[in-house]
């Protein structure tokens, strides 16, 4: 019989922090897709099982067109007709538009590039983790490393003046986070367009050394140039300071794993990767059926919403072997945690050598380290949030 998942949950299991909901491993359970009632009355479906979940990633007849999703998830629109994605955000555009503004990037975040930033990686993290050290314990690990390594490495990336962080910052945060209303949204959002702006405008009049400099150099207008630094600060900043900051809190809830990894340097690469697997920070995203669409026995009707789970897929006990454990020296990869297909996440390789870099960095300076609170208590980011994640992790260390 065909299995029904009748709202997405709003929380995870107590204790679990880094499980998917329960509602969604008992929905993989049933088999890899399931039927999902949005609440406007729209039938869509809900897919958890991994293999699905890559078939649709990369397949044209599913769309990313933002004016296309009309269905929200958790709520229930109305009328209320759903705009074009703004120019320049392509994450919510099909090609030829979503090429046209993704092609001119593709050679600034190369796996060579992004290495080649190792070493400033190295002393951005070196540098926060000293100040750590000296303001001695307690620490909030995600305003003392999650958050600036990131920052700090994304903003001279795009020639964004390091002291405007806060601002923008904050603003990413609001309209992130899940937890804002649609006043506090539309001022965030608003509030980081206008500051785009004149970053671009300052751009074009004194181009610098930075990718968006050297975007000025195109045909693109203000307008997209806008949009992509949107996406691109917004990507490069939230997604991996939440990985960093979640990372760190599943390292210290099982210590046999940085033990193993402070013992052995080479098992950097698949550690990293696991921790993507097993934390699928960046949780679900949606897609539109074009056409007629067979998918795991099912026909997925044209203009159907179907709801993507990054988090279920890459605890698919078809794909992984003890999907639910983390193993740092686990071989099977291969996870959806950047995406695939031609949306394919643009700064998966910079976000790799960040994480390559201040993970080890982090257990190494502070062998001692652990919770400062009870793990029940650390503050964790909603399930409406687009990226999970903690919101404070305070811990401590011997001195």
């Known amino acids: 019989m065909e299995h029904t998942v009748t709202t997405l949950p709003a929380a995870r299991e107590p204790g679990c922090p880094f499980d998917p909901p329960a509602e969604l491993i008992d929905a993989r359970r049933h088999g890899p897709i399931s039927r999902y009632p949005f609440p406007d009355g729209h039938e869509g479906w809900l897919i958890t099982g991994y293999d699905l979940v890559r078939s649709v990633l990369a397949d044209p007849r599913f769309s990313s067109r933002k004016e296309l999703m009309r269905h929200h998830p ?25 090429s046209r503004y993704r092609k001119p990037l593709v050679g600034k ?15 951005v993290t070196a540098d ?48 992130l986070g899940g937890e804002a209303g649609d006043e506090e949204l539309f001022a965030a959002y608003t509030a980081t367009q206008r500051y785009l702006a004149e970053l671009v405008a300052a751009k074009r009049a004194n181009p610098t050394d930075d990718v968006l400099s050297d975007l000025t150099d195109s045909d693109l207008t203000d307008e997209e140039l806008q949009g992509i630094a949107l996406i691109l600060l917004s990507a490069g900043f939230d997604t991996t300071a939440n990985m960093l900051a979640l990372g760190a809190f599943a390292l ?57 789970s990054y988090n279920t897929a890459n605890r698919d006990p078809e794909r992984f072997a003890d999907p639910h454990v983390l193993d740092l020296g686990r071989q099977d990869g291969g996870h ?25 960095a982090l257990l190494n300076r502070f062998p001692t380290l652990r919770l400062a609170v009870p793990a029940e208590e650390v503050d964790l980011r909603p399930e409406t949030a687009d ?6 992790l305070p811990v401590t260390w011997d001195v």
């Open 74 to 98: 958790l709520i229930d629109f109305g009328d209320i007709e759903v705009p074009p994605a703004p120019p320049g955000e392509f994450l919510l555009m099909d090609d030829p538009q979503h």
């Open 109 to 123: 975040f190369t796996v060579r590039r992004m290495r080649l930033l190792t070493e400033r990686v190295e002393q």
């Open 128 to 175: 926060h983790l000293d100040a750590m050290e000296k303001a001695g314990p307690p620490a909030d690990l995600v305003t003392a490393f999650a958050r600036p390594i990131p920052a700090v490495i994304i903003c001279e990336l795009l020639g964004v003046p390091y002291e405007d962080r806060g601002s923008f910052q904050d603003n990413i945060d609001t309209f």
């Open 252 to 308: 210290l809830r099982h210590p046999e794993q940085p033990a193993a990894w402070r013992a052995d340097p080479a098992l950097t690469d698949s550690a990293v990767e696991e921790l993507l697997r097993y934390l699928s920070v960046a949780k679900t995203f949606m897609r539109t059926a074009l056409e007629d669409v067979e998918l795991g026995g099912r026909t997925i009707a044209a203009g159907t919403a179907v709801i993507l």
């Open 336 to 360: 959806l945690a950047f995406g695939h297909g031609i949306h394919q996440c643009l700064g998966q390789q910079l976000a790799r050598v960040e994480m390559r870099v201040a993970f080890p």
């Open 387 to 392: 990226v999970y994640g903690v919101k404070s």
